[in-house]
């Protein structure tokens, strides 16, 4: 660990350069922007040109085969962007549907990465593709990989887009109110990136190692202003909403009720960089479903957040800790786990606070207080959170970030005293260090946290260390973790308490001379967990291989050696049956397989197998995806995880069947029908929650949303599934209006 620190420390303070590309010059306006996707203006005809894209995929050292052209303008209230996206021959588009937010590497699609503080850490993103279907995102840590891309976040923008013979053309106008910068600057920091599938190219503006996500923030060239910006104004915003829910619990034999409710949020910008968030009698009951996943793990799934509350600026809180060690996890505020379905369901919170964003160019805060409702049915008082944050830049990329989390609940009972309860309360204090290197082939976390409760207990600490090193051909990364025995964010995500944790991991690449295989090459890792009580409690060793195609298809496999040590009785096959003995150990090998179709056809599918030993027994395993576009008005799709474990007597043996039919229809761009059917026989639940969406203005939304849970139930053969009893139905309708003060 020691060495580990001494080398992050080195890293800090250098690092290889990376040369800055000339910038792109943006003047503003003399003449009204009309956005019709037709380039007549005399500013545009003046504007500089951000031109000569290189490719990002499939290679990276040349230039891309159909060139793109950018040009950029602007008045007192937005920010005008006009890409033409060049073709060498005639040919069709590709996209998911017409839904907002696509998403893959098979669709045709432009898209801009927007550095507003020329941090290289946090960003905005914006696209359209030839259909005109927008989609924007939130970009955090740089925009590394795909989880750095938050596209649940929504706000007003514009855009068209006109299929032409040779070309399709994108004109989008993005307010400055709907940004967050500093006035006075000069210079931003901006990219733009273009995906066609029919050259089957990734391409940039900004020239980007194929190693890493066009998302990537390092990269990015200056946007350079003609003059200082000024302050956008004042930006108020209110979001009410009225909406009407009917639910029958069926099995605790309640009768329907009927509940109309209102509510509202607000987001108030206290100057351009600064955003406050107010919400009252809050409502998420159009939130899409959490897809179900059969665990048969030890530990608790992690499901993401989705509501729109809590998105902006989500990586200030959300990113302390690590995959397995998050302080803060905004989930744990107002959703529960149902003890029936299984689903996660809203609890009511009263209202919130939430205030986020930058007070200079390294420096970002973030403050949020919530108050819960008492649950009567579930024995949980009204409960306050409060969450405050700091973290401040240095060096390139790198960040220093403070975080405070308190949970306590107040005396709730039927004579109303709303008095605090000092005597029970958990609260957790961290500081965490995040390394970006210069040219992002250095990028790591180092962190310390510590939790405090009434009983004052020791080994309440939490700390780890993560450096990855990334070059064309090799990558590798350790990890180093320990987490006390009393460690206990309880509004934050810690599956396991009181375990010492190394992982390593390392792969190769080459890169053939081959029109199937774009690269492929061998890697291996370890995970290795103990403490003092056991020792080694798990630890796995794999050697893996993988390849990518040229087409953008993947495959990946793995051999696999497992060890368990159980601490406490546990039940492998998930059926509640006899559980095998704390105090035992098993080894067992496997062999997984995972294969991704290429994206760019209307039929695509992925699975994953697992197949082997398993515990004192066997398992088969198979997971994954069938979707067929029914371009661009329908997807139909199939998620599927099958799984047959085998014990000897007389531990239980299992099929577990989780099968998620989705029908998403999009009749239009403000027009969508999603219907989402979840059988699960792990839980004995089916799950059908259809959404009608109707986006009659920009952030203004009618739904409705229909949920039914019913109980499923097997024959004794095990082969025939039919539905029981139901368990739970709601009906909701609910509508929303973005209105700007």
Known sequence: MLRLLFLFGFLCISGATWAQLPGL???????????????????????????????VFPFDSSFSKAQTEVRMTYDDHNIYVFAVMYNREPRKYVTASLRRDYRGPGNDGFS?????????????????????????GLVANGGNGQEDLNLSWDNKWYAEARMLEDRWVAEIAIPFKTLRFKHGLDSWHINFYRIDSHEVEMSSWSPIPRIYSPTVLAFNRDLLWDQPLNHPGGNVSVIPYVA??????????????????????????LGPAMNLDLTVNPDFSQVEVDQQVTNLSRFEIFYPEKRQFFL?????????????MRPFFSRRIGVSRSPTTGQNIQDPIIGGVRLSGKLDNKTRVGFLNMQSAKVDSINEPSTNYMVGVVQRKVFSRSNVGLIMVNKQA????LSKDFNLSPNKFNRMIGIDYNLGSKNNRWNGKFFYHRSFNQNKNDSAYASSAILSYVSPKLEVDIMAQTVGAHYDPEVGYLPRQRFNRLAPEAYYLWYPKSKIINSHGPGTDIDLIGNDLYGFTDWDANLWYKINFQNQATFFMRIRRDYVYLFSNFDPSGSGGLELPKGSSYYYNGVIINYTSNPRKRLVYNFQSRSGQYFNGSRLNLDGTISYRFQPYAIVSVDYSLNHISLPKPY????????SPKFDLTFSRKLFWTTYVQYNNQISNVNINSRLQWRFKPVSDLFIVYTDNYFAETMR????????????RALVVKLTYWINM
């Open 25 to 55: 010059k943006i003047r503003k306006a003399q003449h009204p922007i009309v956005l019709d996707g037709k380039m007549e203006e005399a500013d545009w005809l003046e504007a500089d040109i951000a031109t000569h894209f290189k490719q």
């Open 112 to 136: 801009m990465t927007i550095d507003t503080y020329k941090d290289k850490t946090n960003g905005f993103l914006f696209g359209v593709n030839p259909f005109g279907v927008q989609r924007e």
């Open 244 to 269: 009407n829910r009917n639910i029958t619990d069926f099995e605790n034999h309640q009768p329907s009720v009927n509940t109309p409710t209102l509510g509202a949020d607000a987001k108030i910008a």
């Open 312 to 324: 902006e600026n989500a990586d200030l809180f959300a990113n302390f800790g690590s995959n397995n």
């Open 410 to 413: 107040f005396h709730d009972s």
């Open 652 to 659: 239980n043996s299992a099929n577990l069947v989780l099968i």
């Open 717 to 728: 053969d095990g082969r025939f599934l039919y539905i029981g009893q139901p368990k739970f």
